[in-house]
């Protein structure tokens, strides 16, 4: 069986696939660190391999596999291929193969959406999207699926992406318009929620705009060298991540004002195993609560790929 971009699409509805995050997150799931392996091309720029596993005992074992070939540009193809193969956990028998870049994207959405159902106001009624490519189109729907967001602010370098996604936004009935830079601090300031899906290496959200409630999705920062929120962010929010030794090695959100020793590792408050499990109960667990601002770092885990991939498969049964 393979699943295309479009079935994928069909299978991962949003209510369905944070309640699938939500449930691997308190499930015994081993998820090794993912393999990086460096592959020569000749006449080109270096590829790199990614395998990122993970299975639950018995049941099933998914491998995602991200092949980057940075010379494909000069070719005028895609530089990122990614598959994503389900097998057997009793067997080893492959189940199905799907789309690997949908199965990121959509449980990259998703994973935001859950940390924000657990860390913003239930009543967050407004969402300033820092980032207007790709990801931003993911972002928005799925932080609409948990919180009543009436109002969609739209901020990219490049003016134009920002008002074609704010565009395309308006076309499907939300009250959505793009912002210039010079607007930028004044809107961030009266957004419940902010989510920045960018890639850029030098801070894009400053913490001297951010005022108290706001919760901050952080999403695009994935090597040590880039980074969205500035060191005043991290020092004005408690912050949460999605995996502490993820976040720890792959961003550069944490890793630059650690370094810097603008914050330290051991104030990371939470990661989602411990939210999904209870164990700390989020926004209404801090001394401030109606105040308090909150920050989501995301890497991405292989658990998250699973448990996508599992309910796209059994949905396809």
Not at 10 to 35: C, M, N, Y
Not at 114 to 127: C, I, R, T
Not at 283 to 299: G, H, M, P, W, Y
Request: charged share 20%; proline share 4%.
């Amino acid at each position: 069986m393979y699943l295309t971009a479009e079935q994928l699409t069909e299978r991962l509805g949003w209510p369905e696939l944070i309640q699938a995050l939500q449930k691997i997150f308190t499930t015994d799931v081993h998820s090794p660190v993912r393999h990086h392996h460096f592959i020569d091309v000749p006449n080109t720029k270096q590829a790199t391999l990614l395998l990122m596993p993970a299975w639950i005992e018995g049941k099933y074992l998914g491998v995602k596999q991200v092949s980057v070939f940075p010379g494909n540009n000069e070719k005028g193809k895609p530089g990122l291929t990614s598959l994503y193969t389900l097998s057997s956990g009793e067997t080893g028998e492959t189940l199905a193969q799907m789309d690997g870049n949908i199965i990121t994207a959509r449980r990259t959405a998703a994973a935001s959406a859950l940390a924000s159902s657990h860390l913003s106001h239930q009543n967050s009624d407004s969402l300033l999207m820092i980032g207007a490519g790709r990801m931003g189109r993911y972002l928005v729907p799925a932080h609409m699926s948990v919180r009543p967001i009436k109002t969609l602010w739209i901020w990219d370098r490049n003016p134009f992406a920002a008002s074609q996604f704010a565009k395309e936004l308006k076309e499907q009935g939300y009250d959505a318009q793009a912002i210039t830079e010079q607007e930028l601090p004044n809107i961030a300031s009266q957004a419940s929620i902010i989510s920045c899906a960018t890639l850029a290496t030098e801070p894009v959200l400053k913490g001297e705009w951010l005022s108290p409630g706001t919760h901050v999705d952080l999403v695009g920062s994935f090597t040590p060298s880039m980074r969205e929120a500035d060191n005043a962010v991290l020092q004005k929010a408690n912050v949460f991540v999605d995996t502490r030794a993820g976040a720890l090695a792959e961003t550069g959100d944490l890793i630059i004002p650690i370094n810097e020793g603008a914050f330290q590792a051991e104030a990371i408050i939470a990661e989602l195993t411990e939210l999904c499990s209870l164990q700390h109960k989020g926004r209404q667990a801090l001394a401030n609560t109606e105040d308090a601002i909150t920050v989501f770092k995301s890497v991405g885990d292989s658990r998250e790929d699973l448990a996508a991939a599992i309910l796209a498969f059994e949905a396809s049964c």
